[in-house]
Antibody
Framework: QVQLVQSGAEVKKPGASVKVSCKAS????????MHWVRQAPGQGLEWMGW????????HFAQRFQDRVTMTRDTSINTAYMELNSLKPDDTAVYYC?????????????WGQGTLVTVSS | DIQMTQSPSSLAVSVGDRVTITCRAS??????LNWYQQKPGKAPKLLIY???TLESGVPSRFSGSGYGTDFTLTISSLQPEDFATYFC?????????FGQGTNLEIK
């Protein structure tokens, strides 16, 4: 079955960086675009960007353009999201998400989420 | 960028009620609209994609409709396990955009 297993919770100081991993199994990793979505405590969902695991091509939301990197390692079916220059309002649960191939390309499988806390 | 406006933000309902949630896109997104359910501490779960297609395993009391800019999620007879937050997502273009969410509360 499809699984996306993310790395564990992180606590970071303002100005630091965080790198979250997402290990995929149960499907051909290079066929599906992978997205990253975050959710601040008690808030809604915010799209950050996506990566094409086949080519490594990426597209980011404008507000993260200069702070986020998305990469992948196809040898271990793992996607990564790194966010730099962390601020307290980056405190959120970060999800990796698979984009399905069916009509409308919905986000059809989600990782369990990784809580990133930014605090001095 | 496409903006998604979801309403209402919260709704007090009872078991057995018929529930309707709406999402409006700031421009046409054809049928590229998806609905999710999220329970506290859990990842969202896909309910409906392409505006009206029920995801496998989702109960038939959930249905979706709409095209272009106006979309609706309907729960025909609310069950206890349906108390949750519901989000819409446009997948027509990037940046992807979510609605603000609708929290179903017990009346």
């Amino acid at each position: 079955q499809v699984q996306l297993v993310q790395s564990g919770a992180e606590v970071k100081k303002p100005g630091a960086s965080v790198k979250v991993s997402c290990k995929a199994s149960g499907f051909t990793f290079t066929v599906y675009h992978m997205h990253w979505v975050r959710q601040a405590p008690g808030q809604g969902l915010e799209w950050m960007g996506w990566i094409n695991p086949n080519t490594g091509g990426t597209h980011f939301a404008q507000r993260f353009q200069d702070r986020v990197t998305m990469t992948r390692d196809t040898s271990i079916n793992t996607a990564y999201m790194e966010l730099n220059s962390l601020k307290p309002d980056d405190t959120a649960v970060y999800y990796c998400v698979r984009e399905g191939l069916m009509g409308a390309a919905p986000f059809d499988h989600w990782g369990q989420g990784t809580l990133v806390t930014v605090s001095s | 960028d496409i903006q998604m406006t979801q309403s209402p933000s919260s709704l007090a309902v009872s078991v057995g009620d018929r529930v309707t949630i709406t999402c409006r896109a700031s421009q046409s997104i054809a049928s590229y609209l998806n609905w999710y359910q999220q329970k506290p501490g859990k990842a969202p779960k896909l309910l409906i994609y392409a505006a009206s297609t029920l995801e496998s395993g989702v109960p038939s009391r959930f249905s979706g409709s709409g095209y272009g800019t106006d979309f609706t999620l309907t729960i025909s007879s609310l069950q206890p396990e349906d108390f949750a937050t519901y989000f819409c997502l446009q997948s027509y273009t990037v940046p992807r955009a979510f609605g603000q969410g609708t929290n179903l509360e017990i009346k």
